[in-house]
């Protein structure tokens, strides 16, 4: 059975960075064609991907936010973590983990954490 | 902006069936990149409907169909039911941004 939990700050301040854990069980990162991803998902807003890691240590960010965004994994942990710098106010939302898996041209979110609400303000 | 397109809202009375669309282009639907729906019960994760444009996981009822064509893809469900009433999310690849993007969504309303 695949669970992902999501943990970190629920508040931050503008131009902190963010980091946020999502700790894992039921499959391991090391296994060929694993991959966690990160999405949010602002109140009210759609979702948006931001970033995945790959068992083989390769990462993918959201072009837009790359220059922000750090994805690593500490497989011996089960964990996955995302770190988000200089955060603004429009970076409030729900960030979730999910564990990705691979079609012939696409990945797909087929486990999903329940999700923590990270609001910026000072 | 997303560069999938869907309806703001569908609804439907129960036992109908309503259909949602997702248009694209030819750097993400069109160029043929797979499609998966995602179901969002209100104050909820999502939840994986269809993946591979047409594939149902386990557990996922077969009221929820997937279907596509050209830059579009569609998600109908037949014989609507009141726990269906959610938001839907359809997702793809962009070849043009290097983005795995996801629909503006959809809220489905059981009359």
């Known amino acids: 059975q695949i669970t992902l939990k999501e943990s970190g700050p629920t508040l931050v301040k503008p131009t902190q960075t963010l980091t946020l854990t999502c700790t894992f069980s039921?499959?391991?990162?090391?296994?060929?064609?694993?991959?966690v991803g990160w999405v949010r998902q602002p109140p009210g807003k759609a979702l948006e991907w931001l970033a995945f890691i790959y068992w083989n240590d390769d990462r993918r960010y959201k072009p837009s936010l790359k220059s922000r965004l750090t994805i690593t994994k500490d497989t011996s942990k089960n964990q996955v973590v995302l770190t988000v710098t200089n955060m603004d106010p429009v970076d409030t939302a729900t960030y979730y983990c999910a564990h990705g898996s691979k079609t012939n041209t696409n990945y797909y979110f087929d486990f999903w954490g329940q999700g923590t609400l990270v609001t910026v303000s000072s | 902006q997303s560069v999938l397109t869907q309806p703001p809202s569908v609804s439907g009375a129960p036992g109908q069936r309503v259909t949602i669309s997702c248009t694209g282009s030819r750097s993400n639907i069109g160029a043929g990149y797979d499609v998966s729906w995602y179901q969002q019960l209100p104050g909820t994760a999502p939840k994986l409907l269809i993946y591979g444009n047409t594939n149902r996981p386990s557990g996922v009822p077969d009221r929820f169909s997937g279907s596509g064509s050209g830059t579009s893809a569609s998600l109908a469900i037949t014989g609507l039911q009141a726990e269906d009433e959610a938001d839907y999310y359809c997702?793809?690849?962009?070849?043009?941004?290097?983005?795995?993007?996801f629909g503006t969504g959809t809220k489905a309303t059981v009359l």
């Open positions: 039921g499959f391991s990162l090391s296994t060929n064609g694993v991959t």
């Open positions: 997702q793809s690849y962009d070849s043009s941004l290097s983005d795995f993007v």
